[in-house]
């Protein structure tokens, strides 16, 4: 158990939790985002892939219990990190490395942080309801939950789907980043790998990013009503 503590409390153990909880993060946003794309398939598919979610309540609290405790390891180690780097660093060798940094690098830990706030709200918008609870009393000729009629009206708003948009922008810019970052943190970066990776990283971030808000531009737009 001490090795374990004093290994958390490194640098190296940081990185390497902030790593490995980044990478679970990034393939729930994968899967997240292809789900709300049946949107686009139609109403019947996206209410039936949400039944089938909600089909057992224990093991989705589970998993969604899980992402929690995942997303506050993550966001602990790097506001920890932040922190003893800050630390460790004179001032001189930051102003060199804010000049040579690349602008999803110096803002990662500002976007994390919205995306953060970004992500209370969706949960209070589409899962608690407490923003809006008319929109979880929705019910579709079959009687289920109408997860299709939920995101038209949402995104009918274009302040929601405004500050979407803005949210999966700095999305995009953390993800270009955090995901390049998390292959050296784990050791998997080589340098005949490294534009592979950097590559990856970028072209993953931005699918993500057009994905997620071709939903919200399909519905301001009038395709999907």
Same mark, same amino acid.
Not at 20 to 37: D, K, P, R
Not at 174 to 188: D, E, K, T
């Given at each position: ?9 490194? $640098? ?5 939790? @902030? ?13 997240? @985002? ?33 992402l929690f405790l ?70 579709d000729p079959k ?7 939920? @995101?038209?009206?949402?995104? $009918? ?10 949210? @999966? ?34 072209? $993953? ?21």
């Amino acid at each position: 158990m001490n090795n374990l503590t004093r290994f958390y409390q490194s $640098s190296l153990g940081k990185k390497y939790i @902030m790593a490995v909880t980044g990478f679970a993060l990034f393939v729930f946003v994968i899967i997240h @985002m292809l789900g709300n794309l049946q949107i686009f398939v139609g109403q019947d598919a996206i209410n039936s892939y949400a039944e089938f979610l909600k089909a057992t309540p224990a093991l989705l609290w589970s998993v969604r219990a899980g992402l929690f405790l995942v997303a506050v390891l993550h966001i602990v180690s790097a506001l920890q990190l932040a922190r003893m780097n800050r630390a460790a660093r004179p001032a001189k060798y930051e102003e060199n490395k804010v000049v040579a940094a690349g602008l999803a690098s110096q803002t990662i830990l500002f976007s994390g942080l919205i995306i953060l706030a970004f992500v209370v709200y969706h949960l209070l918008h589409f899962t608690v309801g407490v923003t809006h609870p008319e929109l979880l009393q929705l019910r579709d000729p079959k009687g289920r939950h109408d997860v299709y009629r939920m @995101m038209i009206l949402a995104f $009918s708003n274009i302040g929601i789907s405004v500050f979407y948009i803005v949210s @999966m922008g700095l999305l995009l810019l953390h993800l270009s980043h955090g995901v390049s970052s998390l292959f050296q943190s784990l050791g998997l970066r080589r340098k005949n790998l490294a534009r592979g990776i950097d590559r990856f990283a970028r072209v $993953s971030a931005l699918v993500i990013f057009l994905g997620n808000c071709a939903i919200v531009i399909a519905v301001l737009m009038g395709y999907i009503k």
